[in-house]
């Protein structure tokens, strides 16, 4: 079992930055696969970005060049740096872990961007 926590959501203006943690618990972080993904209201949940247990990376077109994830295995967490924020990047945020069959979800944290 893994308990993912996520942390670092909030308002912020377009053009503005935030940084989400995702602290994960519970089993061995550095097996898993973890990704962010969101969804926005009346849309289906999108992957954003992941990253393997060996640090390759992937990101959605929509996001490429303005964020960023990384992970810290010696804390457990996975980040997700979003720079340039833009007002469709308003969404519920998720953290995701995956190994084998077995895959997890955060409780979700809120980004709005808004003027």
């Known amino acids: 079992q893994v308990q993912l926590v996520e942390s670092g959501g909030g308002l912020v203006q377009p053009g503005g930055s935030l940084r989400l943690s995702c602290a994960a618990s519970?089993?061995?972080?550095?097996?898993?696969?973890m990704g962010w993904y969101r969804q926005a209201p009346g849309k289906q949940r999108e992957l954003v970005a992941g990253?393997?247990?060996?640090?390759?990376?992937k990101y959605a077109d929509s996001v490429k060049g303005r964020f960023a994830i990384s992970r810290d295995n010696a804390k457990n967490t996975v980040y997700l740096q979003m720079n340039s924020l833009k007002p469709e990047d308003t969404a519920v945020y998720y953290c995701n872990a995956r190994y084998m069959y077995s895959e997890y979800w955060g409780q979700g944290t809120q980004v709005t961007v808004s003027s």
């Open positions: 519970g089993s061995i972080f550095s097996i898993y696969a």
């Open positions: 990253i393997t247990g060996g640090g390759s990376t």
